[in-house]
């Protein structure tokens, strides 16, 4: 299995952006996807993740309300829409796939089996 993350950029604070991650190699609809980013200095850190039936989205405090995650089966690709961006937003971001179920990810009971390369995101003020 091969994640291909995208879409990172530079924009200033309150911009948007859309990342986007191309899976390939299996069966994309089977698993739980994410999202983590690490900041510079900082520890990765998880920041949305979405069921394989799309029903299930799961995201972190900091990014509540500005950051939407999707994904669309069909085209074995899943997105990170990140409106009202800050500058603590930077970072890279990275994305994940997972076989078990989004509780069982975001419990940390499994860890992922699959990531991406990361795409950088940076936000000035």
């Known amino acids: 299995v091969q994640l291909q993350a995208c879409g990172g950029g530079s924009v200033q604070a309150g911009g948007y952006l859309r990342l986007s991650c191309v899976v390939s190699g299996r069966t994309f609809s089977s698993y739980t996807m994410a999202w983590f980013r690490q900041a510079p200095g900082k520890e990765r850190e998880f920041v949305a993740a979405i069921s394989w039936s799309r029903g299930s989205t799961y995201y972190a405090d900091s990014v509540k309300g500005r950051f939407t995650i999707s994904r669309d089966n069909a085209k074995n690709t899943m997105y990170l829409q990140m409106n009202s961006l800050k500058p603590e937003d930077t970072a890279v971001y990275y994305c994940?796939?997972?076989?078990?179920?989004?509780?069982?990810?975001?419990?940390?009971?499994?860890?992922?089996?699959?990531w991406g390369q990361g795409t950088l995101v940076t936000v000035s003020s």
């Open positions: 994940a796939a997972g076989r078990w179920s989004i509780a069982t990810m975001t419990r940390g009971d499994r860890p992922y089996d699959y």
